[in-house]
């Protein structure tokens, strides 16, 4: 059994997004599963009826994707192995090679798409919180005035993980972004983006704009949903 995650704060998403990531992740994981969603809307579990479990956060004074850091609190209430995924990514195949990817002391995530070899992508996930809380969460939490000076809750991540022995990333070839098939080329302009799509991709990851409700592309009108 694996925990499957997802934070839903304030009001950046509709609530269509737990659901549609929620029908991927049925549609493509065969592992058994829990899912979990942790929330600051306490009735969110009376507009969506799936199987879902959701979750207050442990803290309630953090904003943003600063909440997403609440992953590894010692109170979540996450037993074993959990694989986290943004709201915001399209699930195109079969995702047990991430729920199965390292052993139950691997903390995994996604090499970044603008700077694979400096800073880790957080939209992607998996780890467990009897080794990660002491790793992630007691030091961010004990220094937090130094840490919010960071750009983001991935950029906290990379910092407490890039020299620990249980980091395994995430294949490359298994994760694109939405704008850019290939990590060895980003590109940042958006005149150069083509949205094209990488045929050994097994999840699209959006990171700024479009959203995956407003893509225009087969290929993500076809899956997210």
Partial sequence: MINVCCVYYGNKYDTKYVDVLYNMVQRH???????????????????????????KFPRFDMEGWWNKLQLFHPETGLEGVNLYFDLDVC???????????????????????????????SSIMKWNNSNATAYI??????????YR?????????????????ELLP????????????SRTKPRFSKNEWTFELNEQTIVAVFHGKPDPHESTQEWVKNNWK
Avoid: M
């Fill in 29 to 55: 994981l065969t592992v058994p599963y829990k899912f979990y969603c942790f929330t600051d809307h306490v009735n969110l579990q009376d507009i969506i009826k799936k199987d879902i479990i959701f979750k």
């Fill in 170 to 181: 995430f294949p490359d070839e298994w994760t694109q972004s939405y704008k850019w098939f």
């Fill in 91 to 121: 699930i195109l195949k079969n995702i047990d090679c991430f729920a199965n990817y390292g052993n139950t002391d691997s903390f995994s995530i996604l090499k970044d798409f603008g700077q694979p070899t400096t800073i880790y992508n």
């Fill in 137 to 146: 969460w007691e030091p961010y939490f004990s220094d937090r005035t130094h």
């Fill in 149 to 165: 000076k960071h750009q983001g809750d991935q950029n906290v991540i990379t910092d407490l993980i890039q020299n620990k022995k």
